[in-house]
């Protein structure tokens, strides 16, 4: 039985489990979409499980972590409905909560980024307290760019990575209102 975290117009978003492991593939083993993560390269179908793994350790840990992002009316339906992932956390320890996501290419330009992220923000602060999110992107994802200054984030510094990489910060802090 999925374990739902919250649903918004379009989207529901749910607990990942073992079984997403085909899914991850089908999102971060496409050549297109990986283009403006880490090394640009899609990553080995043998590492979803191991993120599988991570994730649910993380959730343990924390009580976050990635999740699976399924359109609504369809979860649970069959025909593989995930059509994406999110998440809310701390990449190799860091103690600050980075926001994550990716979607099937065939979901990019309609919002649903937008919305699943904007849903993620409010549920981290509503059940854990969350006031303060980075993200970090590839200089060159405009696309990304404009989803995280959609959810009030505000670009922050250009970061250079051990690797060479450069990459572009942004940050969201909880509105007072």
Request: hydrophobic share 40%; with cysteine; charged share 25%.
């Amino acid at each position: 039985m999925s374990e739902w975290l919250f649903e918004t117009e379009r989207v529901a978003v749910r607990r990942m489990e073992p079984l997403d492991e085909t899914n991850l593939w089908a999102v971060y083993g496409e050549p297109e979409a990986m283009r403006f993560v880490h090394d640009g390269q899609p990553i080995p179908r043998e590492d979803c499980a191991r993120w599988v793994e991570v994730t649910a350790r993380n959730v343990e840990q924390r009580g976050y972590g990635m999740s699976a992002i399924e359109l609504r009316g369809l979860q649970g339906g069959g025909g593989n409905p995930v059509i994406g992932f999110c998440g809310l956390v701390h990449p190799g320890g860091q103690p600050e909560v980075e926001l994550k996501y990716a979607l099937l290419k065939e979901h990019w330009g309609q919002g649903l980024a937008t919305e699943a992220a904007r849903g993620l923000l409010a549920w981290g602060a509503a059940q854990f307290g969350i006031e303060a999110v980075l993200a970090s992107t590839s200089p060159g994802n405009l696309g990304s760019h404009r989803v995280l200054e959609k959810c009030g984030f505000e670009r922050a510094e250009l970061r250079v990575e051990e690797g060479g990489e450069q990459v572009q910060v942004f940050r969201w802090r909880r509105s007072s209102e």
